[in-house]
């Protein structure tokens, strides 16, 4: 008859050892790619108007050496698939995404990336009066952390002036064409002016009524047709 085996001789009850560290591994290796994908979706723009925000409360000085300017990056020594376009997109609605929101703008102020580049847009509300073309104090204030932010980037800049549909005809604009592009012109005209910008990087449009983002069918949707588009053109 076979022995049975004593109570104190079998092993402990539960999983091996080896199990215990085999699960801390595994935990690691999940975490690792938690924090790989957080970094995968960092907004980029948000990113660099902390990083901005943090250099200006530091007192670092543009022109140094920061944490945002490489040379490497600047001479595309990173390879072939390298785009400039890009890191200059970034760095102006970097150093706009400060400002916007410090001011509180973000009614006023938008950006967005798209086939032609970065287009900046700016209600007709903060740089004009009503059937005016005079730029006023608040639109120069935005104008002017514009001009900063593209002064030292090459691309090509184009404003573009657009109107609601409602028809104007005065002594100074006989139609909301010449309005349109009267507007787009002095923005040119203040960069250049005011700023220095290099005429030739700069040029101006006018379209009237006939690119609306909305319909003209409310008194808010014609105000938001009613608007300068500054855009920093792909090379």
Do not use: C
């Amino acid at each position: 008859m076979p022995r049975k085996r004593k109570k104190e001789d079998q092993g402990p009850p539960g999983a091996p050892a080896w199990m215990t560290t085999y699960g801390d591994m595994m935990t690691l290796v999940l975490v690792f790619f938690v924090f790989l994908y957080s970094f995968s979706v960092l907004d980029v723009g948000k990113f660099h108007g902390f990083i901005s925000s943090f250099q200006a409360k530091l007192g670092v000085l543009d022109g140094g050496m920061t944490i945002l300017d490489n040379v490497n990056i600047s001479k595309g020594s990173l390879g072939q698939n390298f785009n400039p376009d890009r890191a200059n997109f970034r760095k102006v609605m970097g150093h706009l995404s400060v400002f916007v929101e410090e001011e509180g703008l973000a009614e006023n102020v938008s950006m967005e990336i798209n086939e032609r580049g970065l287009v900046i847009n700016l209600t007709g509300q903060i740089l004009y009066d009503l059937v005016k073309a005079d730029i006023k104090p608040e639109g120069k204030a935005v104008l002017d952390k514009i001009a900063e932010s593209i002064r030292d980037i090459p691309n090509h800049i184009v404003v573009e002036g657009h109107t609601d549909n409602w028809p104007i005809n005065n002594e100074e604009f006989p139609s909301n064409w010449e309005l349109s592009t009267t507007r787009a012109t002095n923005v040119i005209k203040y960069f250049i002016e005011v700023h220095q910008l290099p005429p030739a990087r700069l040029s101006a449009a006018g379209y009237s009524e006939y690119r609306p983002l909305y319909s003209n069918d409310t008194a808010e949707n014609r105000s938001r047709n009613r608007r300068v588009e500054v855009v920093v053109l792909r090379q």
